[in-house]
């Protein structure tokens, strides 16, 4: 059986309404797919990958979790112990850019468990130009107002998935305070022997 190498474990979030494509983002990066009319993510799903930075081999466990009302209690619990956390709006439609702001942010300041965690905003499907509602101009402002990362997206035409990935774990890698929450080769920072044998993963 191959050995499970990494130098880090992270967790990240996918988080925003339903239909703005964390799924299919999700699918594009951990797969390399893109799977046409998937249906709204139930509850909160998660696919892992790994991924080398500046030298680091990371092993991300990605949090998809369920846009609709009905299950904000349910997803709450999952924002505890992210490292990072990816808020998505569709830029053809304008309600799901303001629910950031309205909603998720808000949501994640309330239930974080870890201090100065990474934020990106990311604006998918660019490629719908002729239907977009926000521009890029206002998805800039508003990360920056908000201290995020931004990108800007497609997944169905493969565009700038992976880049968002990759800065948003190398802004992680570069905040040390962040590398002592997780987890060097898969056993988490400050455990116990007993803790560590335990809890056999970090997620």
């Given at each position: 059986m191959a050995v499970d190498s990494h130098d880090y474990t992270f967790k990240v979030l996918l988080v925003g309404d339903s239909g703005v494509g964390k799924s299919c983002i999700l699918t594009r990066f951990t797969a390399g797919i893109f799977e046409e009319g998937t249906t709204s993510t139930i509850g909160v799903d998660f696919k892992v990958k790994y991924l080398t930075v500046s030298g680091k081999r990371c092993k991300l466990t990605i949090w998809d979790t369920?846009?609709?009302?009905?299950?904000?209690?349910l997803t709450s619990s999952y924002y505890r112990g992210a490292q990072g956390v990816i808020?998505?709006?569709d830029v053809t439609r304008r309600e799901t850019f303001e629910s950031l702001d309205a909603n998720w942010m808000?949501?994640?300041?309330?239930?974080?468990?870890?201090?100065?965690?990474?934020?990106?905003?990311?604006?998918?499907?660019?490629?719908?130009?002729?239907?977009r509602q926000v521009s890029s101009e206002e998805g800039h402002d508003f990360a920056r107002r908000?201290?995020?990362?931004?990108?800007?997206?497609?997944?169905?035409?493969?565009?700038?998935?992976g880049q968002a990935f990759e800065e948003l774990l190398l802004k992680i890698l570069?905040?040390?305070?962040?590398?002592?929450?997780?987890?060097v080769?898969?056993?988490?920072?400050?455990?116990?022997?007993?803790?560590?044998?335990?809890?056999?993963?970090?997620?």
């Open positions: 369920a846009g609709q009302e009905r299950f904000r209690t808020f998505v709006y808000r949501e994640f300041d309330i239930y974080s468990t870890v201090e100065g965690a990474i934020k990106m905003v990311v604006a998918n499907k660019v490629d719908l130009s002729s239907q908000h201290g995020c990362l931004f990108v800007e997206t497609s997944a169905r035409a493969n565009l700038a998935v570069d905040t040390p305070s962040l590398l002592e929450t997780t987890a080769g898969g056993i988490k920072l400050g455990a116990t022997p007993a803790a560590q044998q335990a809890a056999g993963c970090s997620c």
